[in-house]
């Protein structure tokens, strides 16, 4: 059989259109067509489920912690800052980080499980299978080298001023395990959200159009069309973070292109979950800068921007920096020389139980 080849990746062409049924149909109607259920559903019972379990997850933590008054109050207080134009940087606590993140990620991996059970695929093709998992640990290592690389720029040009060490002894052991944890949650729900069930369910959904623009390159296209979309609503969600600026909202963008971008060579989220995890711990402990205009309670050190906010990244952080962006195209060539490149999971279903009958029976006939 044919192959198509692209970026590492090699991928086999699309079987012939199916129906829900596992058959073939020239028209399969509004809820079922080439690759099962439509996309558009799809992704609109994602996100319902994914809002759903998540609210209950929380109000259920909340009235089982007695903080619901607690929770309203600061939502009300966040409400009126944002009103008046305040612009405050936010501490970030741990605890919370773990809680409120690792609450959403229950509500997506609910959402992804019911999706797939539903669109019968394996949960390994929204990206998270054991066949990678080793990726976690070299995506770590290149996110801390990452940020420390961007850090040091930063410092040695005079941009980022370290004032000094805030924690000592054991207090450093604990935050460090404990913010690590965090931001373990917190690639996990921020890349199996943006890049997992929503961006492989975008592919399939725009792949018809692709086809018809080049059918030998149409899953490039597709899978291309679906990150940018995915990574412009990334850089929306990030909208909210107290201290955000609009050149922290282009670096988060690009981070969800160099993301993708490690998705499409290795085929799996683990690398880029690593990284997200890394390079988050080693802002918010490590280095103790902002993230996203959040500063975290138990970081290492206490620093301060110095000189105009494009170059040193102002309240954002060293996200915000104008350095980010060769820093990044530092990372997507890391991520073509040092992975080991992987295959694009198949955007048909698994073939109905019946039809894994019949072929049985054929086989054996």
């Known amino acids: 059989m044919a192959s198509i080849s692209g970026q590492g990746n090699t991928i086999d062409p699309p079987d012939p259109p199916m129906s829900h049924s596992g058959g073939t149909s020239p028209d399969d109607g509004i809820l079922f067509g080439r690759f099962g259920l439509r996309a558009g559903w799809g992704i609109a019972i994602f996100l319902v489920l994914f809002f759903v ?9 909340l009235a089982a912690t007695g ?75 290149w996110g801390l080298a990452s940020l420390s690389l961007l850090v040091g720029i930063l410092r040695a040009a005079h941009f980022l001023v370290f004032d000094s060490r805030i924690l000592s002894g054991d207090d450093i052991t604990t935050y460090g395990f404990l913010w690590l944890l965090a931001f373990l949650v917190v690639g996990l729900l921020e890349e199996y959200l943006a890049r997992g069930y929503l961006q492989y369910t975008l592919t399939r959904g725009v792949f018809g159009v692709a086809e018809r623009i080049s059918p030998r390159h149409a899953r490039a296209i597709s899978f291309w069309t679906a990150a940018v979309i995915m990574s412009i609503a990334f850089g929306i969600g990030h909208l909210g973070n107290p201290g955000e600026t609009f050149a922290g909202i282009v670096a988060v963008f690009l981070v969800g292109i160099t993301f993708s971008y490690a998705l499409w060579r290795t085929g799996s989220l683990w690398w880029a979950i690593g990284f997200h995890m890394a390079w988050d711990w080693a802002q918010s402990f490590l280095y103790g800068v902002p993230d996203s205009g959040g500063l975290s309670a138990g970081r290492l050190f206490q620093t301060h921007p110095a000189g105009k906010p494009f170059l040193s990244g102002g309240p954002d952080g060293p996200e915000g920096s104008i350095f980010v962006i060769p820093t990044l195209l530092l990372v997507m060539l890391i991520i073509r020389f040092t992975t080991r490149a992987g295959v694009q999971p198949p955007l048909e279903p698994l073939p109905a139980p019946h039809d894994l009958q019949q072929e049985a029976h054929s086989l054996i006939a």
């Open 53 to 61: 379990f998540s609210a209950v997850a929380r109000i259920s933590a």
């Open 67 to 141: 903080r619901v008054r607690q929770t309203i109050a600061q939502h009300k207080a966040h409400s009126a800052e944002q009103k008046t134009g305040a612009h405050t940087s936010q501490t970030i606590m741990v605890d919370d980080t773990i809680i409120s993140e690792g609450l959403d990620l229950l509500g997506v991996a609910l959402a992804a499980a019911i999706l797939s059970f539903l669109e019968r695929r394996r949960i390994a093709a929204y990206g998270i299978g054991s066949a990678r998992l080793l990726d976690l640990l070299t995506g770590a290592f």
